[in-house]
């Protein structure tokens, strides 16, 4: 099932040196502020947390994983403040999913489009089944993946990215993006996912805590600047999604 709360949901459930953290939306998955907002603040509690090893990130359903950032609250936009501010909501997420003490894997089901990509090119390990096709189609509304850009590129390259989103009406298999390294596994069924997810996860969480911290900080290094990079990122974004070509776009869409 998935949540019919117009914020969205979000629930943590620790067992062991495991946390799992789910969120969800009624519109597939796809994030309002309040919800960016609290998955950040529950990603920076569980870094502090010394009893978990380990965070498994997904979301509620069986369809997409995550539709990306809201489109009526883009709408909604109206400033450049505003446009600043509802960027950085990813921005916030993918910083503080960086900078985590923990190792994050990510459990990717469905489609995924646009911030939901930096969602998963944010995970530091991922699983994923053949329904999770990719797309980035911020072009195609008049704006661009410049926040999740840094993020994306780190994993599969500059010419994958440019591949994946200068064609923003095209899907990418799930295994196109396994190939470019975005996903480490691909499955054919969710349950054959699942169940070898669980034991890699509880396999991963029985490793020396500290060596699993040191070495997260060793696969970010060089991202340092980002606090500041995806601060003007966001702000260059919000000034795009002000423009006459990105507001036409996002009424055809408006309900």
Request: glycine content about 8%; aromatic content about 10%.
């Amino acid at each position: 099932m998935v949540t019919t709360r117009k914020n969205g949901s979000l629930y943590t459930r620790i067992e062991g040196k495991v946390a799992t953290v789910e969120f969800g939306h009624p519109a597939s998955n796809s994030f309002v502020a309040d919800l960016l907002q609290r998955l950040t603040h529950t990603i920076n509690e569980l870094s502090t947390n010394e009893g978990i090893s380990v965070i498994l990130l997904k979301s509620e359903g069986e369809k997409a994983f995550c539709a990306g950032a809201s489109f009526d609250e883009l709408l909604e936009v109206s400033n450049l403040e505003e446009g600043k501010a509802f960027f950085s909501g990813f921005a916030n997420v993918i910083n503080a999913m960086r900078k985590c003490t923990k190792v994050i894997v990510g459990r990717v089901h469905g489609k995924t489009v646009g911030g939901g990509v930096g969602l998963a090119a944010a995970c530091d390990y991922v699983y994923s089944n053949v329904e999770a096709s990719i797309k980035l189609s911020e072009l195609s509304i008049g704006i661009a993946p410049l926040v999740i850009e840094p993020v994306v590129e780190r994993k599969i390259g500059n010419a994958a990215l440019a591949e994946l989103s200068l064609a923003p009406a095209e899907w990418k298999s799930a295994y196109w993006a396994q190939e470019k390294g975005l996903f480490s596994k691909v499955y054919d069924t969710p349950h054959e996912m699942d169940k070898e997810l669980d034991f890699f996860i509880h396999q991963l969480a029985s490793y020396n805590p500290e060596a699993l911290m040191a070495w997260k900080k060793a696969l970010w290094k060089g991202t340092d600047h980002w606090d500041e990079l995806l601060t003007e990122r966001a702000a260059i974004s919000g000034k795009l999604a002000l423009s006459e070509f990105t507001r036409t776009a996002l009424s055809k869409f408006k309900k």
